[in-house]
């Protein structure tokens, strides 16, 4: 998820740059910077998750 940085824009929580208003992708890292939901359960999943921790399911 991105972070509050100094001036109350965003910044992304991988590389630290400032984030576009309204973008969904780092245009530094290209990590993404809205939360993934679980196509099994819909479940919210934290940045750099790879399994679902509520159902298991593959990210």
């Known amino acids: 998820m991105?972070?509050?940085a100094a001036g109350g824009g965003l910044s992304?929580?991988?590389c630290g740059a400032l984030a576009s208003a309204g973008?969904?992708?780092c245009s530094q890292c290209g990590?993404?910077?809205t939360p993934a939901q679980c196509l099994g359960c819909?479940?919210?999943l934290?940045?750099?998750?790879?399994?679902?921790?509520?159902?298991?399911?593959?990210?």
Do not use: D, I, V, Y
């Open 2 to 4: 991105p972070q509050q």
């Open 12 to 14: 992304c929580s991988k």
């Open 23 to 25: 973008g969904r992708f």
């Open 31 to 33: 990590s993404a910077l």
């Open 42 to 44: 819909n479940t919210t």
């Open 46 to 59: 934290a940045q750099g998750t790879s399994f679902c921790p509520n159902c298991g399911k593959a990210r």
